[in-house]
């Protein structure tokens, strides 16, 4: 596990990080934020079986900025969600996704400014340069 403090810039470009178990109550990641991260490359494996794992987290102390730039790299999880923010109010700002390989779609809100989630050709996901111009409901 990968973990940034409050008031820390960490950047990851590369290597795997794999985590294998996790606590089965409580939220947890193989990479949990706190800083301001930004990953442009990598793997990341999320291998626990615990329904409580995702693989990055955010998370925010009152009085400091906390959010995930993800660029590029690998995301592997077994869990409902890739990415999981720990606090309500920050939500849409936790991360910026303008890059990126995952296999589990990732929310819209996540997503970079002019950036929109996609699925790709081989089954796994990612973002596009983009914008929503309609919706209908809650389909865009």
Known sequence: MVKSEE??????SGGAFTRTA????????????????????GTFNEKSTSPSERVVVTGKVDGYDSVTYIKGGTFNGNGNNVFHHLSPAQADDSFEVSGGTFNKSIPDCY?????????NADGTYGVKEGI?????????
């Open 132 to 140: 929503y111009i309609a919706q209908v409901g809650s389909k865009k």
């Open 111 to 119: 997503c970079s400014d002019g950036f929109i989630p996609t699925k």
């Open 7 to 12: 008031g820390t810039t960490l950047n990851i």
């Open 22 to 41: 996790s606590p089965r109550w409580g939220i947890t990641g193989t990479v949990l934020v706190y800083g301001t991260t930004t990953i442009t490359g």
